[in-house]
């Protein structure tokens, strides 16, 4: 199985400031890579695919790069509704595994 | 608008089993894969199962092989997950999810339903 590592685990940031997060996969991927956002007690909401490509209604602040092993998640001027649990998942081969997730606080 | 409802969850004893079901609407149901993906209490997420158009062709876990089944009625726009033998780690929220493909990003969600696996 492809192991999925993101970092950090947590992190704290005020409103306004740019965020990145990382994610690092055990073995290239390609560009089979997605981002998704979760607030305490919802479920996930897809942000990106295939490492860069926006989902319809997602904010243009968020922004996917990368491909192979690395990538990235940044969010260019963090809003307060953005504070919540990102997490990265492949999508290269089954089964698909998810990162660990990164809890984004207000600092 | 797009909606997946998920039902059937509880508590169960260790041993036991339960059925989830997920219904469908908003959307050609039976165009698309469907999944089942996990989250433990306070833990992240874990893909459970996945099942094509049509229902012909599963995967799963292998924690969950031979103890979990996924199918489908795309008559129905329901999703079902059968889950034999629970363990307490099976406990989690189970969400079911729209696929794209066979292994694929997944969306949208339902909101979840919890299992709790107990004495």
């Known amino acids: 199985d492809i192991q999925m590592t993101q970092s950090p685990s947590s992190l704290s940031a005020s409103v306004g400031d740019r965020v990145t997060i990382t994610c690092r996969a055990s073995?290239?991927?390609?560009?089979?890579l997605n981002w998704y956002q979760q607030k305490p007690g919802k479920a996930p909401k897809l942000l990106i695919y295939?490492?860069?490509s926006l989902q319809s209604g997602v904010p243009s602040r968020f922004r996917g790069s990368g491909s192979g092993t690395d990538f990235t998640l940044t969010i260019s001027s963090l809003q307060p509704e953005d504070f919540a649990t990102y997490y990265c998942q492949q999508s290269h081969s089954t089964p698909p595994t998810f990162g660990g997730g990164t809890k984004v606080e207000i600092k | 608008e797009v909606q997946l409802v998920e039902s059937g969850g509880g508590l169960v004893q260790p041993g036991g089993s339960l059925r989830l079901s997920c219904a469908a609407s908003g959307f050609t149901f039976s165009n698309y894969y469907m999944s089942w993906v996990r989250q433990a209490p306070g833990k992240g997420l874990e893909w459970v199962a996945n099942i094509n158009q049509r229902g012909s062709e599963t995967y799963y876990l292998d924690s969950v092989k031979g103890r979990f089944t996924i199918s489908r009625d795309n008559a129905k726009n329901s999703l079902y997950l059968q889950m034999n033998s629970l363990r307490a780690e099976d406990t989690a929220v189970y969400y079911c999810a729209e696929t794209a493909g066979i292994v694929g990003w997944f969306d949208p969600w339902g909101q979840g339903t919890l299992v709790t696996v107990s004495s």
């Open positions: 295939v490492a860069s």
């Open positions: 073995q290239s991927i390609s560009s089979y």
